[in-house]
């Protein structure tokens, strides 16, 4: 969960869904409308959240959490 007091872009609490991952195509992400950022408290219970999810793989797990560390890094 993402907490909205946490955030400048959310008007309330958020639950992330990490049950599937989606499939987006460039043109997708190019139309998509930003509305902030993670921070890295976000990125943090992002990878924790993902570590205890029993949906995904252990390849699926590793390319959220590397893809999360990149978010994390800049």
Known sequence: MIRAVTTN????????????????YAS???EAE???????THVTAL???VGHC?????ELKSLITD????ISMK
């Open 9 to 24: 872009f959310l008007d309330h609490d958020s639950y992330v869904e990490l049950q599937q991952l989606i499939r987006l």
């Open 28 to 30: 997708d992400i190019s």
């Open 34 to 40: 930003v509305i902030g950022r993670l921070n890295l």
């Open 47 to 49: 990878t924790i959240a």
């Open 54 to 58: 029993e949906a995904l793989s252990g």
């Open 67 to 70: 893809r999360l560390k990149m």
